[in-house]
């Protein structure tokens, strides 16, 4: 069971926006550390899509944004396309573990 | 730009030690300003921090590893290792090397290796 929950799957039609929620503890992301998000296509290695709550690389659209609240963050997608359709993780710290988490990932399905 | 590249045995029997290598080129691993870690995935399952290294040597682990992972650095060959003594079948993943966002193991992991799969049997 990981430290951070997400669920195991969201889907939406393309064009649509879609978020998928990660949420921690008082001990991780609601003691202020920062959340960051990787998308996994099929068969690939992680790939980083957000870092610091809701800064994007360079090269990453616009389309993918982060946010954060309390013990909580949420990757939000809009404009969905095909190629959107991954496995997206969210990772903390947590303090009283002395580890960097992770999430249990989330299937995104484009209808 | 920026490569890491795993390379070790795809398939250990139980008790015995993982030993996985990652190179990285197209950039300084004495840079001193980022850690460099290794992440595993085992099949169907989330990521999971293993430990980090910085080119001076100081590591930190995950503490549930900490009794069977040593993680070092050869700077001289650009390439950090990991090893992890007395396997199961539950350590059988895909491995990952990445640098990490910054100099802190809080910070992100970017950019990965392709990741490599350790298959244990029993």
């Known amino acids: 069971q990981s430290v951070l929950t997400q669920p195991p799957s969201v889907s939406g039609a393309p064009g649509q926006r879609v978020t998928i929620s990660c949420t921690g503890s008082?001990?991780?992301?609601?003691?202020?550390?920062?959340v960051h998000w990787y998308q996994q296509l099929p068969g690939t290695a992680p790939k980083l899509l957000i870092y610091?709550?809701?800064n994007r690389p360079s090269g990453v659209p616009d389309r993918f944004s982060g946010s954060k609240s309390g013990t909580s963050a949420s990757l939000a997608i809009t404009g969905l396309q095909t190629e959107d359709e991954a496995v997206y993780h969210c990772?903390?710290?947590?303090?009283?573990?002395?580890?960097?988490?992770f999430g249990g990932g989330t299937q995104l399905t484009v209808l | 730009q920026l490569q890491l590249q795993e390379s070790g045995p795809g398939l250990l029997k139980a008790s015995e030690t993982l030993a996985l290598t990652c190179t990285v080129s197209g950039g300084s691993i004495s840079s001193g300003s980022h850690y460099w870690g290794w992440i595993r995935q085992p099949p169907g399952k989330a990521l999971e921090w293993i430990g980090t290294?910085?080119?001076?040597?100081?590591?930190y682990y995950n503490p549930s590893f900490k009794s069977r992972v040593t993680i070092s650095v050869d700077t001289s060959r650009s390439h950090f290792s990991l090893r992890l003594n007395s396997v199961t079948a539950a350590d059988t993943a895909v491995y990952y090397c990445?640098?990490?966002?910054?100099?802190?193991?809080?910070?992100?992991?970017?950019?990965w290796g392709q990741g490599t799969l350790v298959t244990v049997s029993s």
């Open positions: 290294v910085y080119y001076s040597g100081t590591t």
């Open positions: 610091g709550n809701n």
């Open positions: 990772q903390s710290y947590d303090g009283s573990l002395t580890t960097s988490v």
């Open positions: 990445a640098r990490h966002g910054g100099a802190y193991i809080r910070d992100w992991f970017h950019p």
């Open positions: 008082s001990s991780n992301i609601g003691a202020g550390y920062d």
